[in-house]
């Protein structure tokens, strides 16, 4: 059964540094996602994207926050400048169906501020 | 704002018995309602959905039941095993339309321990 893939699996870095984490979406879903999920709390949406641009994006995803599809298989979370509050579980989620919308997740990266 | 509440946020039950967990939602223009389990470590994964259209739907173990008037929905699972313990989340969303997404606003998370 086809699975969302996410790398790397853990990310530690330090405060004011640039990461990107990369989603490899189910081959034939539409609707991509990144959600996260701080320590012991519940998951929060964090930003939409479909047919190339981002359809609705939360409070959370300011101006550090940017996501792209490069190709036509990756889905990728760019954070400029980390802080320590950004320290989360982060999932990718995919769905090929806007109004069914069940949505699939990643196995998450796990991101680690220092 | 769009809000949903869960309770309880822990529920231990023996094996065999049943565990139901509750969801309340805020908006009345939400119309998809999933649920998930979630273990330690591990991704989120959908164990059962239900739509508007519908007020009860079943898959073996666990069921999930709709009240739109009230705005809330519940997990059913019977003949509890201690595999069933895990972290089961609530979410619901409405449908978007001209080609928007539509986020899922989860709840805060049940704690479901089956003890043997």
């Known amino acids: 059964e086809p699975e969302v893939t996410q790398t790397p699996s853990h990310q530690v870095t330090q405060m004011g540094q640039e990461v990107i984490l990369r989603c490899v979406p189910i081959?034939?879903?539409?609707?991509f996602y990144w959600y996260r999920q701080i320590l012991g709390q519940k998951v929060e949406f964090l930003v939409s994207?479909?047919?190339?641009?981002?359809?609705?994006k939360s409070e959370i995803f300011d101006d550090q926050f940017s996501v792209e599809r490069p190709d036509g298989s990756n889905f990728t979370l760019k954070i400029r400048s980390t802080k320590l509050e950004d320290s989360a579980m982060y999932f990718c989620?995919?769905?090929?169906?806007?109004?069914?919308?069940?949505?699939?997740f990643g196995p998450g990266t796990r991101l680690t501020v220092t | 704002g769009e809000n949903v509440e869960q309770h309880p946020s822990t529920l231990s039950v023996q094996e065999g018995d049943s565990a139901v967990i509750k969801c309340t939602y805020s908006?009345?223009?939400?119309?998809?309602f999933p649920w998930y389990k979630q273990e330690l470590g591990k991704r989120p994964q959908l164990i059962i959905d239900?739509?508007?259209?519908?007020g009860e739907k079943k898959d073996q173990r666990i069921a999930v039941t709709l009240n739109k008037t009230a705005k809330h929905f519940s997990l059913h699972i019977t003949e509890t095993q201690p595999e069933d313990s895990a972290v089961y989340f609530c979410?619901?969303?409405?449908?978007?339309?001209?080609?928007?997404?539509?986020?899922?606003?989860f709840g805060t998370g049940t704690l479901l321990a089956v003890q043997p």
């Open positions: 908006d009345s223009a939400s119309n998809y």
């Open positions: 979410a619901a969303s409405k449908a978007a339309w001209g080609g928007a997404t539509n986020k899922l606003i």
């Open positions: 081959s034939n879903h539409l609707y």
């Open positions: 994207f479909y047919n190339n641009e981002i359809s609705e």
């Open positions: 989620a995919s769905s090929n169906d806007r109004y069914n919308n069940e949505q699939y």
């Open positions: 239900i739509r508007s259209n519908v």
